[in-house]
């Protein structure tokens, strides 16, 4: 009993989980259009509704069109119109209550339309229709299918019927939401047309991005549960002048932790002083840091103030700490104990207000135990360690970090990308991203510049991302073949360095010589060809 309620429990969080993210792309997509192909990708990657459909009320014809639907291509999208009463949308369009159809096999209306798909395809899927409502009116539907085995039919019906009419809520919510934006900006554009003086007045709001949106709060992207530790953690941290190291692979988005750090700290207002300290060479770290004097050393012509006084009242970004001198590590250990430095080539001391946040890819109690880095200063920096676990172990975070990308770089390109195919998606998530976040990014940005029908397609993402599948690149021999064509070259070029001397060749190979004999015989090779040409 108690590992029934636990299954059912932990069910209704990944629905929560899978709700938040759908809200959240609704959130970031401008037009309500652009945000249904990412939502149909969420349903199917992560709740396994295929074949899903959004439709939405024309109010100019009456009818209901198809703004998004998996599978059909732009010219099917572009003649799908239902009428009241017409088909099951249709249907749920004119009564306003949702349609449940089990086993489509042996349903006529299906099986009538179905032009790619036979009755034993369809078996054992069952077909979702809900209502999108606003205002207390139908404006659309939402509609998908999924195959239902070895589990209550009628319970896994009950619950997909629930979280579709909870997604529709989502979708009619930000239906309603767009549409007072737009009689907001409608009845402002009339009073602006009204009043000269008004129009000279208004101005661009600060808060806005380039593409005209509020910005978001934080660039952080993520809502699984190690991402979700990682955001309250922020939260506690970031108020306090505590020293953060954070860590984590390379591409998993460190610099924009500490940015996140500064941002929701009391120093928010001073300057975010950011250095990388692996890019700059060994003879002039110690100098952009601390600062110099004049005539501190060849090329000193004046006197350089140091990052960390740049920073002073603010913040401070030591990225790739781990790759300090020892020289440099004592100045710094100083600075963090007595808050002062002195800068190069001189000798009076600067105080200095300042929060150091460091980051590395390296583990920094190896390197302590190897002698490379300080354990003092090891200590100092390791006050309030986070970690951002890399993105093979948060992949329910994909998608998120796909379509932020995929919008990011077609507003960059001047392009419209409508959605990610489900190939693409299968391949994304079973990619194991050894370059993190920054992998993917780089993936997304060489996919939008390639599509050139609104969508991303598998052939779009990079080789190294391709299955034997997805090239068509299977293999086409059995291991057993394999292995003896492999066995076959290995003695014949073996016969070629002994120049025909079974025996010298059995031994490069570590065989007997009767096994050398027999393989010879096995594979039809003729070693006298392989004998020294006597001159």
């Known amino acids: 009993m108690e590992s029934v309620v636990s299954s059912q429990i932990e069910q209704e969080r990944v629905e929560y989980e899978l709700l938040f993210d759908i809200a959240r792309t609704f959130d970031k997509h401008v037009e309500l259009r652009t945000a249904l192909g990412p939502l149909l990708s969420l349903l199917e990657l992560r709740a396994g509704l295929h074949w899903g459909m959004v439709t939405l009320l024309d109010r100019a014809t009456g009818t209901l069109k198809i703004e998004e639907a998996l599978g059909l291509t732009p010219e099917e999208k572009e003649r799908g119109v239902y009428r009241l009463g017409e088909g099951l949308v249709g249907r749920v369009f004119e009564t306003g209550l949702p349609i449940i159809v089990p086993d489509l096999s042996k349903d006529i209306h299906f099986l009538n339309r179905a032009k790619t798909r036979t009755r034993e395809d369809m078996a054992g899927l069952t077909y979702y229709c809900v209502p999108i409502r606003s205002r207390g009116s139908v404006i659309g539907t939402l509609s998908a299918e999924r195959r239902i085995e070895n589990e209550d039919i009628e319970m896994r019906m009950e619950r997909d019927r629930s979280f579709l009419e909870r997604v529709s809520s989502i979708i009619a919510d930000s239906a309603k939401l767009r549409e007072r934006i737009l009689e907001e900006q409608f009845r402002l554009r009339q009073e602006m047309d009204a009043s000269p003086a008004l129009r000279g007045e208004v101005r661009e709001s600060p808060n806005k991005d380039h593409g005209g949106r509020i910005a978001p709060g934080s660039a952080i992207i993520g809502t699984s549960s190690a991402m979700q530790g990682l955001h309250e953690m922020l939260a506690q941290v970031a108020p306090s002048d505590a020293t953060v ?35 700059l060479p060994e003879s002039i770290i110690e100098s952009e840091l601390f600062g110099h004097e004049k005539g501190a050393f060849t090329g000193a012509v004046s006197q350089h103030k140091g990052r960390f006084e740049m920073a002073d009242r603010g913040t401070i970004f030591l990225d790739e700490i781990g790759e300090l001198t020892p020289q440099v590590q004592v100045k710094l250990l100083r600075v963090l104990q007595e808050r002062e430095l002195e800068r190069v080539g001189g000798s009076s001391t600067i105080k200095v207000d300042v929060r150091l946040i ?30 951002i676990p890399p993105l093979r172990e948060r992949k329910s975070d994909l998608i998120l970090l796909a379509d932020y990308f995929t919008e990011k770089y077609a507003e960059k390109n001047g392009k419209l990308i409508k959605r990610i195919s489900t190939p693409a998606l299968d391949l994304l998530a079973s990619y194991s991203w050894p ?79 009767r096994q050398m004999g027999l393989r010879v015989h096995h594979y039809g090779i003729n070693w006298k060809l392989y004998r020294a040409t006597k001159m």
Do not use: W
Not at 268 to 277: D, F, M, Q, R, T
Not at 361 to 387: C, Q, S
């Open 435 to 513: 370059g993190n976040v920054r992998e993917l990014e780089n993936c997304i940005e060489r996919a939008v510049i390639l599509s050139t029908d609104m969508v991303i397609h598998s052939y779009n993402l990079p080789p190294s991302l391709q299955s034997a599948v997805s090239t068509n690149t299977e293999p086409t021999t059995t291991l057993d073949a394999a292995l003896s064509r492999l066995e076959k070259e290995l003695i014949v070029e073996a016969l070629k360095i002994a120049d025909g001397n079974m025996a010298a060749a059995a031994r490069r190979l570590g065989i007997t010589e």
């Open 245 to 279: 190291l954070i860590t984590g692979e390379s591409g998993t988005g460190k610099e924009l932790v500490a940015a996140e750090l500064h941002r929701l700290s009391k120093r928010a207002a001073a300057a975010l002083v950011k250095i990388n300290c692996a890019a």
């Open 358 to 387: 460091a980051a590395t890819n390296r583990n920094l109690e190896a390197e302590v135990k190897a002698g490379r880095f300080r354990e003092d200063l090891f200590y100092r920096l390791n006050v309030f360690p986070l970690h």
